[in-house]
């Protein structure tokens, strides 16, 4: 690989600057990725043709100086290939047309095999690592159990997540059920994506942060640590680096460390030294930028990634990141500004 | 005053049992609340209307034994007399006909007479002492500024906070005034609340928890302490307890506990022995039942708020509610299983 910096800061070992990439790098603040969204017709149908999932994933690329790719997928493709009927609706957040809502449905749902039923996915993943040639690291991903699960029960994005927290609290051993399928069904679909070529696995666990800090254990760390436990060594038999991404986990990140992942998603509520100090070194720690300063000027935008970086402080484990997906109306030239002031700002950090 | 254990919890006086009370308990989940809006036509000609708005206010109060009424009343009242033009579109959230976006329009805002421009909320205030003739408290409450600014701002709900959080960190000085004249014009609406008869003021900071944790200190906290430190007496001399609520306030208790405020509500995301940990005996605790868990059977509401009193311990300092307002679709017979159960399973924990 030309470019290991993101494999070595997520190993906590010695890199030159601190590497940088961003949540939903490939996505609709980029105009090329708005003409090739409209080519495939809709979002679906992007994600199903691997040839405009590379294309897209590869479009950030392209622009910026970027020391990894993201696989272009969604984390809804898992209860999609389980018979759920993924849509999205005009204007609206994804939508099922089959949600899972009693434990009869929870019983009858099975573990997708991803080679058949994810096909296309994986055939992404291996047309992608082509077309980077060794340049920077591929990252795979999936929802963690109890995001993906939140849209299986509710059938849509939710407010108060009525159905599921029903569920939780009033037949918590069907919700385990249900998680418990997710997670095998994850743990095969991640393996196929390593054996397919990833190189790195990322968990995005959008909605942990709505429960209490015992469900939050219970109910979503329980699963990922599962499916961290459980993934496969790379096709060359090198360990996969996994990151843990828990919006609104700020206050378990201790917990969150203890699982067995290599770094933890660290979205802006949290200040990187306090994150360090809390979690040691047990881990890397990925982000924390928080996405509106892209609205900002160029020079508040290069002041806030000099304090971020500051905040991370001296020596290696810190992947430059935003705390959560770059927001839609977001100039590419602001990405730009950020992922410059990185590459200008951090060499110091990585001083001997 | 009959019933005082709200006032004496928030004092961190001895009870007999625990306080409680809901956020929004005057509201869609009732039947005589949505009856009471439909005779006034929407849900702010209720606000507008002192009679209706103590009607309602008064409902749970006849339902259920609480230890303290809440006004009816909305926290974007302050604005829309600001001349903002508030309005509901039918099934979404707040708007404004005229946000404030530019340094002009902020500099144009005034800070509005409470008894001239929102004299319904006041003469509402005095209705409802009336009607309470004692028994319990009348909590008054404003929305933090930063809060009623991100309404202002956006003009309507907002998700990413493109708007504000683009002031934020590009016109940070535009939008300290702006702040500003919004905390002077909640200093004068909670002063006349007051002067009207309300014992307790509660401030809710619905947005605090997206910002970074510097940003919150300086755009947030800071104009939540400078109210706390501006209420006035109650008319009979007393001091008038206040309460901070920060939704995802979590990280920042300790600083919040420095304001000078009395209690601090706390969602559900961190337990309250943590919390009564943190903050140690500056403040009360007003908290924190996952709102959802009303969904559940009896016997679990009951167990779950047997874990919350739990998770306080002995002693005063607690005001029992939800970790956030209760959820329009609940059954009001599990409110109520609720309110019986810390009346019930409290009493030990005032044992001398």
Redesign the interface.
Known sequence: MQNDRLIRALRREPVDRTPVWMMRQAGRYLPEYRATRSRAGDFLSLCRTPELACEVTLQPLARFELDAAILFSDILTVPDAMGLGLYFADGEGPRFERPVRDAAAIRRLAVPDPAAELGYVIDAVQLIRKELDGSVPLIGFAGSPWTVATYMVEGAGSK???HI??L???APADLHRLLDTVARATVAYLNAQIAAGVQVVMLFDTWG???????YRDFSLQYMQRIVAELVAGPDGSRVPSILFTK?G??WLEDMAETGCDALGVD????LD?ARRRVGHRVALQGNL????L???HR?IRA?VARTLESFGHGSGHVFNLGHGI?P?VDPAHAAAMIDAVRELSPPYHAT
């Open positions: 108060n997540f009525a927290k029903g939780l609290y009033d942060g709505v429960l209490t800090p015992r469900a609104g700020g206050p802006w509520t949290v200040n306090e928080d996405p509106a300063v609205y900002a000027a508040v806030e927001h109306g």
